[in-house]
């Protein structure tokens, strides 16, 4: 057993410490003067589609609002309904939520539907709006054993039920067990090469699922902070939810998720699939991101984001989370105050002041200048429609 | 001898032939002494995790680890018997009819193995994945699977009797009386559904999808919803006689005990109630999220959450603890003197 096995083996069950690498018990011993080369294998000579990152509508984010859709931590589906037809429309600018659904999916596509159930069951990706994503998706033809909702750990997925209840014949594929090895489910051609801190395996290979088996992505985050990449949105959803052996790009108190999140959503054909991004933002948290299970963090404030350019998205996630922690009078994401670190998870947990690593939100403008979307507020059409 | 989960007899070491226990979900009351555990005595690695409980029948250990090997553990010395190797992953907690171990598999299958040799006996198919625990009564077997379906068939062969669709995926393991099946469904209704023709006799709706277990106790069907409420209902017509909600969703099953039933949230807590009344006795918090079921003791509740927990039935205080065994759905084995616990992590302890 290695260490960080042990480390989960000890505390499995607990969701503050089903940490996937978020491992403080190792320290960088040096602060890390630079990211190191990564290298970047795609599928050779993919053609991109139009229909990529940034997609449809760059610098373009939609967000509707309604208090009633959560209530005492209950999503409403008929009001999740209402919110992301109202959201479709407004992105695309067509009258019907059919024919704004059209503009992403056709009938023949295999829709990948990539969740974020870290965190469950505190704050995870609304069951409620998957429903609602997939009867959508299946309103334009697509066959309901055409739809793939999927993750990376099949345990986070179980803890969330999703399998319960989502219709039948949708498949829910995690990609790896847990405990197993991470190459399983994995294209061996098709990775992100990089030694961040001497580890022995410097590859994190894309998922086989995503490689080859959907064709079009839809994306559907949370709306989190994240104690290493400072939040975790669309970006970091698709990044290191679609390849494996990402933890090793963080270690106590460093972390290297700027630049590794961007880079990751720029190799294809993750780029080319991923068409459309719906955050969840029914719940909130603003500190203990992202495995928290503590409702102290957690705000209910019933928000959807619609949005096809992903840095837009979470440059709109960002500021919001910040204002969230100004209002509570703890530190901003970006302060980086060495005392201000733990390598206690359980500090860390219940102390807004505290985190363990130096948080690095700068991967959501690392990831605008790679192409990928707009960073720049003052460039972002955010049309904020209240219900 | 054929024989059915049914209520176990006393005798030692008993068997635990089916989810919690027996087909009343007592897991195992008054069937074992109570005592803080000491030591593990043997740790049994499957090579994968375990996402289902265990059972037990005759010094054998029968537990399925999720890359599709059900493994049969010789709990003296801990060591394997035999190995069956299903076809696809497996999510089912194992049962027992007879010599017979029935389990569900992610291929659609139900899979009947003799427990002597490990040897397939016979097979049975449904569209989709089953990820209940097959429940065995007059020698039918009744599953049901994510395809929507309910299914009866031959517990001899694996010939179809009947099956009945519903309106979701089907993950509840079914509670089987003489007449009458109850069963919760993905669609957020509980059924209640003749066990001779699949008929359904009765349904009533929850807020949301169901991944708990009913039990049945003095005409009340116990079972918990995603819509965080447990519910229990009148078994004869469906109607809510009370419900009780909790912080979270429930996946947990209930175990029950006389006027006592104890079930778990995905807030983290474990709740004590009277049956008839719907008063909550206790509630204790047991770690941050539980998902699986709870079993009742002697004079004890455990549960496998972050680890193991016992807590005292009548108070609720957490009395030992121990940090293995954290497990997403399994179910503690409480067998004469030993605590049999499989792990997500694939570990399977024998603790005494």
Known sequence: ?387 | MMMTPEKATSKSPPDWPTLLGDNARTGGHAQVRFHSPEKAVWQYRTGSPVRSAPVFHDSVLYAASVNGVLHAINVATGTSKWKFEAAGQVHSTPSLFGNTVLLGCDDGKVYAVDGNSGKKLWEAGSQAEVWSSPVVRNEIVFFGSADGKVYAVDGKNGQPTWSQELGGRIYCTIYAEEHQLYVGCGDGKVYSIETDSGKILWSTATGNGIDSSPAVVDNLVLIGSEDFVFYALDASNGEVRWKYETGLGIASSPAVSGDFAVIGSKDGFLYAFEVQTGHLRWKTAVGEVVTASPVIGSGVVCIQAGGAFALDMGSGKIVWQAGLGGAIQSVPILAADSIYLASLSGEIYALR
């Open chain 1, 1 to 387: 057993m290695d260490r960080r096995t042990f480390v989960k083996v000890g505390c499995i069950g607990s969701a503050s410490v089903l940490v996937q690498g978020l491992d403080p018990m190792v320290r960088a011993e040096k602060v890390p003067p630079a990211a190191p080369p990564i290298d970047l294998h795609g599928i050779p000579d993919y053609k991109p589609s139009p229909l990529g990152m940034p997609g449809l509508f760059p610098g373009r984010v939609v967000e509707v609002r309604d208090r009633n859709a959560i209530v005492r931590n209950r999503v409403s589906q008929p009001i999740v309904r209402r919110l992301l037809e109202q959201a479709m429309k407004e992105l695309t600018g067509e009258s019907s939520a059919r024919d704004a659904w059209a503009k992403f999916i056709e009938p023949t596509d295999v829709v990948g539907i990539k969740i974020n159930p870290s965190g469950a069951p505190a704050c995870c990706s609304s069951p409620e709006i998957i429903r609602e994503i997939i009867a959508s998706v299946r309103s334009l033809g697509v066959p309901a054993r055409s739809i793939v909702m999927y993750d990376r750990y099949s345990y986070e997925i179980d803890i969330g039920s999703y399998q319960v209840l989502l219709p039948p014949q949708v498949q829910i594929v995690g990609i790896q067990d847990a405990f197993s090895g991470g190459g399983v489910g994995y294209e061996p051609t098709v990775y992100c090469d990089a030694n961040f801190f001497g580890e022995w395996e410097t590859r994190s290979y894309m998922a086989s699922i995503v490689a080859h088996q959907v064709t079009k992505i839809i994306n559907v985050p949370t709306m989190k902070d994240h104690s290493a990449a400072g939040v975790t949105g669309a970006l970091k959803n698709l990044a290191y939810g679609t390849f494996n052996n990402v933890a090793r790009s963080h270690r106590a108190p460093h972390s290297f998720t700027n630049p590794l999140v961007g880079l990751m959503c720029t190799v294809e054909p993750l780029r080319s699939k991923a068409v459309l991004h719906i955050m969840d933002g029914m719940r909130q948290v603003w500190h203990g991101g992202p495995l928290t299970q503590v409702q102290a963090f957690i705000e209910q404030p019933g928000i959807l984001l619609v949005a096809t350019d992903p840095v837009a998205m979470d440059t709109i996630e960002l500021e919001a989370i910040e204002e969230k922690r100004r209002e509570s009078g703890v530190s901003s994401l970006w302060q980086h105050d060495p005392s201000s670190l733990t390598a206690d998870n359980r500090i860390f947990f219940h102390d807004a002041s505290k985190n363990l690593f130096f948080r690095q939100p700068g991967h959501i403008a690392a990831a605008g200048k790679l192409g990928l979307g707009i960073s720049d507020l003052k460039q972002i059409d955010h049309r904020l429609r209240p219900s």
